[in-house]
């Protein structure tokens, strides 16, 4: 690089400094037409030569900015690659964790569909034992109302016995009591 780069120093001298002679020649000694083609000469190659480290130079500044567009295209290949591979492996584990939440809403669905119908079950369970209760309620209210009315029944038939036998006792004391002898009172005490 430093020897194109002094090439190319040395071109642009050396035809600065030619042209600077050719003028000097040509204005100051117009009779030297020999020399003065010499350094026209040496004028024209220095030209040449400065042309020519120019497109060089213009070729390596092209080919070094070839060379860098081509590693960022190799670049932007491989992360394009990359991300189309990120994507692609996303997009898999989108469509995956969108199978599974189906899978989940499916099985949500069935487990509550069971638990509706173990509900029903255990409300036509509770209505059962419920009527059942009911009905043990009711009958035993039934055998107590009878109880109760035979219990009333045998407790004014013993009441009604009771006043009998009260009265018949009434009679007898009347009859002691009114006979007043004192051996009835005595059987009576004893």
Do not use: W
Not at 56 to 67: L, Q
């Amino acid at each position: 690089m430093n020897i194109k780069k002094s090439n190319l120093t040395f071109s642009a001298v050396g035809f600065v400094a030619s042209i600077l002679v050719l003028l000097y020649l040509i204005l100051n000694q117009p009779q030297l037409i020999e020399l003065i083609i010499v350094f026209g000469l040496i004028a024209l190659a220095d030209t040449y030569f400065l042309v020519d480290s120019i497109v060089k130079k213009i070729d390596e500044i092209a080919e070094a900015s070839m060379d860098k567009q081509n590693e960022l295209v190799k670049v932007e290949k491989g992360i394009y690659s990359v991300a189309k591979r990120e994507e692609t492996t996303n997009m898999k584990q989108h469509n995956a964790l969108l199978e599974q939440i189906e899978l989940l809403k499916a099985e949500n669905a069935k487990l509550n569909e069971e638990l509706i119908e173990q509900q029903k079950l255990c409300t036509k369970i509770l209505i059962k034992k419920t009527q059942e209760n009911n009905s043990k309620t009711l009958n035993s209210s039934d055998r107590i109302s009878k109880l109760l009315v035979q219990l009333n029944g045998n407790t004014t038939s013993a009441s009604k016995e009771t006043l009998e036998v009260l009265e018949e006792i009434n009679k007898t004391l009347d009859t002691y009591y009114n006979d007043s002898s004192k051996d009835n009172v005595r059987r009576m005490k004893a």
